[in-house]
């Protein structure tokens, strides 16, 4: 199944549910779109829950870093929720794990905004 | 079956069409195999994700989608190993010249870890140019690294 999006909001933090495989086609190119959507309407204070992505190759990781700087470049800050032990293995493995800001409770993810 | 000069015996010998569908295909296809053959499940997922880079790095870069050439896939299995052969019909690529995904300057770049992730994830990653035309990739994973010696 290729990733899926679901926005939603908790304050003025967007928190979007990822879910599916995050791969080269259609997968990768769902997230960029979702990202590209929301940055357009005006979001800057996104978190990117990833627990139940089950699958990310290195075009899905592309995109993360893609979604991350174009957030970046337009104010806002990206950060990143419940990451599985494959995608945790994956960022530390390409040394993205520093990059990204991390976390494993919504609550603290949402509260670091403020 | 009865195994080549190394003891490896051949599993599967197909062509793909040059379209990302075949690196799920791929994947299923050498997984199966890697999984029959003994191997634990993260190596599985580590072989898989191998496979499916490779495919990607064939159809996209070296066929570039080109609806006539073929993605030859081979998978072969001994006691101790798996390997895994990808060869696409393009024009070749330069080791040499990939950036290094890991340096610095290049942590953002949206591209450019396929290699570096099919190294980190198999125990030998080998690519020899085609005559007249094409790259050929070979992965090996071993069942126990520590085990084996050294060629």
Same mark, same amino acid.
């Given at each position: 199944?290729?990733?899926k999006?679901s926005?939603r909001?908790?304050g003025?933090?967007?928190?979007?549910?990822?879910?599916?495989?995050?791969? +080269?086609?259609?997968?990768?190119s769902?997230?960029?779109?979702?990202?590209r959507? +929301?940055?357009?309407?005006g979001?800057?204070k996104?978190?990117?829950?990833?627990?139940?992505?089950?699958?990310i190759?290195?075009?899905?990781i592309g995109? +993360?870093?893609s979604?991350? &700087?174009?957030?970046?470049?337009?104010?806002?800050?990206? $950060?990143?929720l419940?990451l599985? $032990?494959?995608v945790r293995?994956?960022?530390?493995?390409?040394?993205l794990y &520093?990059?990204?800001d991390?976390?494993?409770s919504? &609550?603290?993810?949402v509260?670091?905004?403020? | 079956?009865a195994?080549?000069?190394?003891?490896e015996?051949?599993?599967? *010998?197909?062509?793909l069409?040059?379209?990302?569908? #075949? !690196? *799920?295909? !791929?994947? /299923?296809?050498?997984?199966?195999? !890697?999984?029959?053959s003994?191997f634990?499940?993260?190596d599985?997922?580590?072989?898989g994700?191998a496979?499916?880079?490779?495919?990607v790095?064939?159809?996209?870069?070296?066929?570039?989608y080109? /609806?006539?050439?073929? @993605?030859?896939l081979?998978?072969? #299995?001994? *006691?101790?190993r798996?390997?895994?052969?990808?060869a696409?019909?393009?024009?070749?690529?330069d080791?040499?010249?990939l950036?290094d995904?890991? !340096?610095?300057?290049?942590?953002?770049?949206?591209s450019?870890?396929?290699?570096f992730?099919?190294r980190?994830f198999? *125990?030998d990653?080998?690519?020899?140019r085609?005559?007249?035309?094409g790259?050929? @990739?070979?992965?090996?994973?071993?069942?126990?690294?520590?085990?084996v010696?050294?060629?």
């Amino acid at each position: 199944m290729s990733a899926k999006l679901s926005p939603r909001q908790v304050g003025d933090v967007t928190v979007v549910d990822v879910s599916g495989r995050i791969t +080269l086609g259609e997968g990768s190119s769902n997230l960029r779109d979702g990202i590209r959507t +929301l940055v357009n309407d005006g979001h800057k204070k996104l978190v990117l829950n990833l627990a139940d992505v089950s699958y990310i190759d290195s075009s899905g990781i592309g995109e +993360l870093v893609s979604a991350f &700087t174009s957030v970046a470049n337009n104010g806002g800050h990206l $950060k990143l929720l419940n990451l599985t $032990k494959r995608v945790r293995d994956l960022l530390q493995i390409t040394k993205l794990y &520093t990059v990204f800001d991390v976390y494993d409770s919504e &609550t603290t993810a949402v509260r670091s905004f403020a | 079956m009865a195994g080549n000069a190394n003891g490896e015996t051949t599993r599967v *010998d197909t062509l793909l069409n040059s379209a990302l569908e #075949s !690196a *799920d295909e !791929a994947e /299923r296809l050498v997984v199966n195999v !890697a999984r029959e053959s003994g191997f634990v499940e993260e190596d599985l997922h580590q072989i898989g994700m191998a496979v499916r880079e490779s495919i990607v790095n064939a159809v996209v870069h070296g066929n570039r989608y080109h /609806r006539r050439k073929k @993605v030859h896939l081979s998978v072969l #299995s001994a *006691d101790d190993r798996l390997t895994v052969i990808v060869a696409d019909e393009g024009e070749g690529f330069d080791l040499s010249a990939l950036p290094d995904p890991l !340096a610095e300057h290049n942590l953002l770049q949206q591209s450019g870890r396929g290699i570096f992730l099919i190294r980190t994830f198999m *125990d030998d990653f080998q690519v020899r140019r085609l005559s007249p035309h094409g790259t050929e @990739v070979k992965l090996v994973k071993l069942k126990h690294p520590s085990k084996v010696e050294e060629d």
